[in-house]
């Protein structure tokens, strides 16, 4: 039986482990099971990605990773969440060139690449890409990265600077002049959590995304079509997405979040990123076989408007639809609210998705079925 190898590819602004945290939560011990429980045996590696850096140079990362873990023999397959998805759909591109590691055949490792799953992945872009493609927004994204964060590794950030980092967000397009006071006070809520080593390394991840926001240009959704029309697909290579849709405003959540202070800051400032996220532009038509997945699982097309929070919905579609569902954009990744785990998920922001440990399961034992079937 062939040994596999499972390269995690994490998105934007995206990182393996910071601070403590996993970015895929979870996600490895998932595919573990799931590949020992059908028989075969599996590594899983999380790729360490430039956070906001270009398209390729995160790709020639994923190729220079690739070389030095997969040995020379047996299956690789590729998840890409987020932006993510877009580097192991360069990757295995056929004569691609990438600014790999010199001695490093790129052309050889896709040839052992079974299957490609992207996660949420903007594959007709992102309006929130837009949004962060200036100064104002560079600022905003640094804030809004350290924030999760933080999120991730504490549970919950000081309602005042959830609350601050929501005004800033909800009232940006007024904010012509933003008061760097403002974003000065909300770091420093934060970082004085943190110990020195931690801070020190949270403080380099964030100079990364300021010195180079290259992948930010490249997801709005007029630039992704020049990556569109030089990527192919390769024959040899099983496509698949999961695709996710967070809820639309509803009474009903703002009731279930009750008196909770934090849950309607929260939630506030995840409808805002929603909002920014939603497009007026058209999508090209599904295919019979994935609009019948999507049917399926949210009882009608989702519209053009409709995202996770970050990533339209309609944008994630590419090759076989293999799991679609209500989540927001990290509750695929692990980062969902259950308290009874040990240790305890985190949600990210409240979005009112209502992802269950269950429903993460699901998705990816389906996720890991795809890969097995790749070899058939």
Request: charged share 20%; hydrophobic share 40%.
């Amino acid at each position: 039986m062939a040994h596999h190898h499972v390269y995690l590819v994490a998105g934007f602004f995206g990182f393996s482990n910071l601070g403590g945290i996993t970015y895929f939560h979870h996600v490895r011990e998932a595919l573990q099971t799931a590949f020992e429980r059908a028989g075969h045996s599996v590594e899983v590696h999380s790729i360490p990605t430039l956070p906001t850096g270009s398209i390729r140079r995160r790709a020639a990362v994923l190729a220079e990773v690739i070389a030095r873990s997969a040995g020379e023999r047996g299956p690789i397959h590729l998840v890409g969440h987020s932006t993510g998805g877009l580097d192991t759909r360069l990757l295995v591109t056929p004569g691609v060139s990438l600014p790999a590691g010199e001695g490093i055949d790129v052309e050889v490792l896709a040839r052992r690449v079974r299957s490609v799953t992207t996660v949420a992945s903007p594959h007709l872009g992102t309006p929130m890409a837009s949004f962060f493609n200036n100064f104002f927004g560079e600022n905003i994204l640094r804030a809004i990265s350290l924030g999760t964060i933080y999120t991730l590794r504490f549970g919950r950030l000081p309602l005042r600077a959830l609350i601050e980092l929501a005004g800033i967000v909800t009232r940006l397009d007024r904010l012509v002049g933003l008061d760097n006071t403002i974003l000065d006070q909300f770091y420093h809520e934060l970082f004085k959590d943190f110990d020195a080593e931690r801070r020190d390394e949270i403080s380099a991840f964030l100079d990364e995304i300021r010195v180079d926001r290259s992948v930010v240009g490249q997801l709005t959704p007029g630039a992704i079509d020049l990556f569109n029309a030089s990527t192919g697909d390769r024959r040899s290579v099983r496509y698949g997405s999961v695709v996710t849709r967070a809820p639309g405003f509803s009474p009903k959540t703002t009731l279930r979040l009750g008196v909770d202070a934090y849950a309607h800051a929260s939630h506030v400032l995840f409808r805002a990123l929603q909002i920014i996220t939603a497009r007026s532009g058209d999508y090209p038509p599904l295919k019979p076989d994935q609009r019948q997945v999507l049917l399926e699982a949210y009882g009608s097309l989702p519209g053009r408007r409709e995202s996770d929070g970050v990533v339209p919905t309609l944008s994630q579609v590419w090759g076989e639809v293999i799991h679609a569902t209500v989540a927001d954009h990290l509750d695929v990744c692990g980062h969902f609210n259950d308290a009874h785990h040990t240790p305890p998920h985190v949600d990210w922001f409240i979005s009112g998705s209502a992802f269950t440990r269950d429903r993460f399961d699901r998705l990816w034992d389906d996720v890991a079925a795809f890969q097995l079937a790749s070899l058939r």
